[in-house]
């Protein structure tokens, strides 16, 4: 697996990871949009919403509704 | 000159009621219950002792520090003797001289007459008092029956018991009970046979010792003696610092002959330690003169040349050249710095400066990433702030006491005793761990409750205690409705009486029975006061976060926030990992826990700083190091970090730092890390740095330079020649100055300067103009955040499951000998205790295995494998194996997953599926 493949797959895990974690009773996009806002960085956003745009099916739904928060 | 504290004989006592009394004609009024020996202690009529030391409650053995007190017969002891309203003390009378000459006189008859090349000449209680009395003849002779050809052991590598000199005052064998509760020292036989044995019989290696020191501090002899003086002779000189290893933080007195460390010993008016130390702290500070120092810069083109040493204006050059480069190839954020736990609240600060303002980016992060990182998140989430809520000497008011994934008696041994006495007092024990910690049972001591959850279940057992306490109706309403967010109560509220977090429908999730379960959480929340304390068995999951949130629920909810003996206390692993998040470290926040994406903080530091800082947070390490893997993250500055070794999956770390074009290594050592470094710059051991630690009670405390840095440079110095060299100057003509640029930037350090430490000792953040000498308890009238915020924790299973190849559950952990990495206990003789990481399994998974107690084994995981000895233990269940990390040659984390806290990333160490098999040696 080359480095570009390995960090886009790790980044899958920890928005999944994301969705599925976050408190219950909110809405579970914005939590993960506001998360993802918070602590990661514009490159890795950016990364996530190539990943969104190409293979969305490797993300839990929530998290491609996220994707389209994300400023 | 002396270089010793002046002792008091008793401890101090504290009540309302105040006596007034006179002591050879002078008046004092102190304390009822105060010992009419500290009493003239205080008005400078110091009584002859020989048994009593203001560290251990009073024993009235030697009865040498008679009185008389007018109106009374006899002549009571001192120590023993409470002091009263109008009493007439005299404490020298020709009576008096008479009967202690006599007792002075018995003592020394069976002392071996050596004092002028004894190791304690100059130092030794029994030559002061035979002073004192006016000791000038010995009328018995050595003749008959004595104990001066009694053996010496010299078993512990750091102390000698030589039992000639032993006078049987208890001293010792009263420090291990009271202040240590190892009780591994006792008096054996009776009447002039009495001597002082190891509760075993056996050798001091050999016993229960501990070797914290408690016993060669109390000792007023020779009988018990450190090593060191016995080498190098008494002390001449003292500096006052604070030790670098566990996140207790304990104060020490480091004693000096000429610029020579001769000994550390632990400081009585330590905030932290009152007093105590572990063998750590106390002995195992060799490392800092060890002949693996690397004392002067190396630089090197490729990881695969040699090292080139040069000075240090060509290895600052040599590091600024190529982070620039690495800038202007493949942009600003290309590069980054991870800050140290180990290094002083300034150091940390200049490398975070230097990487936000000088580098131009946000990518710093520190090794609080790999440890407490979820403390951070989850605490700021619920309470406002991302620190423990108490001080250690809260734990003396705690009823109940809940400890979860942590193991206090090995890996932060000084408050574990303090959390030991407590215990034996009669509060109640909560233990939630796999494992049966030492606090499970040992001396004295049991835990009410021992919760041996399966690994990776923390956030359902702690959801099953909170939903006993929701439907059994134990919730604080009061407290909840005054203190909390009442609709964020009801949401939780709701939410965690769902059926599907109850004991009952969690027991085969987490292995505990719904039963023990229900009498735990009712013990906590029903005590009066609850303290709940943990450590990396709680931040090292993959729910971490969670589960710090999950603790911070069960408080607010039973009210144990906001006063003394309750609480939620993070135990941090190292020294300074609290004062090392504090400092901006994370790339998400500028010190003070600020984000950087506020605009009115980053406005400040723009202001401060002359630069334009960047809004967005930076890379995580993890992120850093996936980044360098896909060629984006090519260089990379590391403060007094071992990534190499202590980071999870350690073939990925290692794949990350060989696709680096600059990696800096700030160390003492050349680490694993270091293997792939182009420029090393020596660091300084915490015996040659100035500046201040903050420990895991949010305690900032000084530590001073006690030699010169070995390197000729500070560490904090070379960080601001680099930065300079990057073309953003530092100028700070010392770290006092930076320690008052932190206080101006940071609201929580506003009151906080070195002058104001040299005056009080320590203060505990949040220390400023409403709390000028800080705040021991956090949260006590309102919430950091105002109110209290419950938030709801799903438990979600980790993806690290056991499966039909990877059966067993490995989880890992410390060691009291050792220290993380092991980098500086390994360089002590701390190796005695364990030279080594050893697996601990159960004997039935042993036994399935074909594996012997002592058998070499190999342990693999879906990522890697290893091989180390096997031991057999009870301590652990069946389907879990445990074992440390100290030793690089077993590299444990080789084995170690990349998963990790889903809100922090820190590394779910806690849980790693794996099977061992037997292996026929150590090579793989």
């Known amino acids: 697996m080359s480095g570009v493949v390995e960090q886009d797959a790790r980044l899958v895990v920890m928005a999944n990871q994301i969705a599925n974690n976050v408190p219950v009773g909110g809405e579970v996009p914005q939590q993960v949009a506001d998360h993802i806002g918070k602590f990661w960085t514009g490159a890795m956003r950016a990364d996530l919403k190539r990943i969104a745009e190409h293979s969305s099916d490797q993300l839990r739904q929530e998290v491609v509704a996220a994707v389209a928060l994300l400023a | ?924």
């Open chain 2, 1 to 924: 000159m002396t270089v010793y504290e002046r002792d008091l004989g008793t401890p101090a006592v504290s009540a309302e009621t105040q006596v007034s009394l006179t002591i050879d004609g002078m008046p004092i009024t102190v304390p009822e219950g105060t010992s009419i020996m500290r009493a003239a202690a205080l008005v400078n009529a110091a009584i002859p002792k020989l048994c009593a030391t203001d560290s251990l409650e009073a024993f009235g053995s030697c009865r040498l520090c008679l009185v008389e007190i007018e109106g009374r017969p006899g002549t009571p002891a001192s120590c023993t003797t409470p002091c009263q309203e109008g009493m007439t003390v005299n404490t020298q009378t020709p009576r008096l001289d008479k009967l202690r000459k006599g007792v002075m006189e018995l003592y020394i008859s069976d002392h071996p007459l050596d004092c002028l090349t004894c190791s304690a000449n100059g130092d030794c209680e029994l030559q002061d008092m035979a002073g004192a009395v006016g000791l000038r003849e010995v009328r018995y002779s050595d003749e008959g029956e004595n104990h001066l050809s009694a053996g010496k052991d010299e078993s512990n590598p750091y102390f000698t018991f030589d039992a000639s000199k032993c006078i049987v005052c208890s001293r010792c064998v009263r420090a291990c009970s009271e202040v240590q509760g190892t009780f591994a020292l006792t008096i054996a036989g009776r009447g002039f046979g009495s001597e002082v044995s190891t509760a075993k019989g056996t050798d001091f290696l050999a016993s229960d010792c501990v070797s914290c020191g408690a016993c060669v501090q109390a000792c007023p002899t020779a009988t018990l003696q450190e090593k060191s003086v016995i080498d190098r002779g008494v002390p001449s000189r003292k500096v006052k610092t604070t030790c670098a290893y566990c996140g207790v933080g304990c104060s020490f007195t480091a004693e000096l002959r000429g610029d020579e460390l001769v000994r550390m010993v632990p400081d009585k008016q330590g905030g932290a330690n009152a007093g105590h130390s572990c063998v750590k702290g106390r002995f195992a500070w060799g490392y800092a003169n060890h002949e693996d120092r690397i004392t002067e810069p190396m630089i090197r083109d490729s990881i695969d040349d040699e090292w080139r040493v040069v000075g240090w204006e060509e290895a600052i050059q040599f590091a600024a050249d190529r982070l620039k480069k690495i800038q202007a190839d493949h942009g600003i954020d290309a590069i980054g710095g991870i800050t140290s736990s180990r290094c002083t609240n300034e150091e940390v600060y200049v490398v975070q400066k230097m990487v936000r303002a000088a580098f131009g980016t946000n990518n710093v992060d520190t090794c609080a990433r790999v440890c407490h990182s979820p403390t951070g998140y989850g605490l700021k989430q619920t309470f406002g702030t991302s620190a423990g809520t108490q001080d250690f000497a809260s734990v003396q008011d705690a009823d109940a006491i809940l400890v979860i994934g942590a193991n206090p008696t090995d890996a932060h041994p000084v408050f574990g005793s303090r959390m030991k006495r407590r215990l034996r007092e009669g509060a109640e024990l909560i233990v939630i761990d796999p494992r049966a910690i030492d606090l499970v049972r040992s001396p004295h001591i049991g835990a009410q409750h021992h919760l041996q959850l399966r690994p990776g279940t923390n956030v359902a057992v702690v959801n099953a205690m909170a939903h006993v306490v929701v439907t059994e109706g134990w919730v604080a309403e009061e407290f909840v409705n005054e203190r909390c967010d009442v609709e964020s109560f009801k949401a939780w509220e709701r939410f965690i009486a769902l059926p599907e977090n109850s004991p009952e429908a969690l027991e085969e999730t987490t292995g505990v029975p719904a039963a023990a379960v229900r009498e735990a959480a009712e013990t906590y929340a029903k005590a009066g006061n609850g303290a709940i304390y943990y450590g990396l068995g709680v931040t090292e999951h993959s729910q971490g976060s969670t589960m710090v949130m999950a603790m911070a629920n069960l408080a607010m909810a039973t009210g144990n926030i906001g006063r003394p003996g309750v609480g939620v206390n993070p135990l941090r692993g190292q020294n300074n990992v609290q004062g090392s998040c504090d400092m901006g470290s994370f790339p998400h926040e500028f010190a003070g826990y600020r984000h950087v994406s506020d605009d009115s903080a980053r406005a400040l530091f723009d202001s401060a700083w002359g630069v334009s800082l960047r809004g967005e947070p930076g890379m995580r390490i993890p992120n850093m190091l996936d980044a360098a893997v896909a060629g984006k993250f090519r260089g990379l500055y590391v403060q007094g970090e071992d990534i190499a070794q202590s980071d999870p999956n350690i073939h990925h770390v290692e794949a990350a730092l060989k696709a680096m074009d600059c990696v800096i290594v700030q160390d003492l050592f050349l680490n694993e890390t270091a293997r792939f470094a182009h420029i090393f710059l020596p660091g300084t051991s915490f015996l040659e740095k100035d500046g201040t630690f903050t420990n895991a009670e949010r305690r900032i405390n000084r530590v001073r330079p006690v030699v010169p840095p070995l390197s000729g440079m500070s560490e904090w110095g070379v960080t601001c020649a680099i930065s300079e060299a990057m073309g953003y100057p530092m100028p700070y003509a010392d770290a006092a100055e930076i320690m008052d640029e932190i206080a101006a930037l940071t609201p929580t350090f506003a009151g906080v300067s070195f002058a104001l430490l040299d005056e009080v000792g320590s203060v505990q953040w949040p220390c400023n103009g409403e709390a000028p000498m800080g705040t021991p308890v956090m949260h006590e009238q309102r919430f950091v955040r105002g109110e209290g915020q419950f938030v709801t924790t799903p438990y979600v299973p980790t993806d690290e499951r056991s499966t039909r190849r990877y059966p067993l559950l490995l989880t890992t952990g410390r060691i009291l000998s050792q220290y993380n990495v092991g980098a500086q206990t390994r360089r002590t003789e701390n190796t005695v205790w364990h030279a080594e990481d050893i697996l601990d399994i159960h004997a039935a998974d042993a036994e399935a295995r074909g594996v012997a107690d002592g058998d070499w084994i190999e342990i693999s995981s879906r990522v890697g494998s290893t091989r180390m000895r096997a031991r057999l233990s009870d301590e652990i269940p069946a389907g879990v194996v445990y074992t440390t990390f100290h030793h690089p040659v077993s590299g444990t984390n080789v084995i170690t997953t990349d998963n990790s806290d889903w809100a922090t990333n820190c590394p779910e160490y806690k849980v790693t599926a794996v099977e061992v098999r037997p292996s026929m040696g150590a090579g793989l």
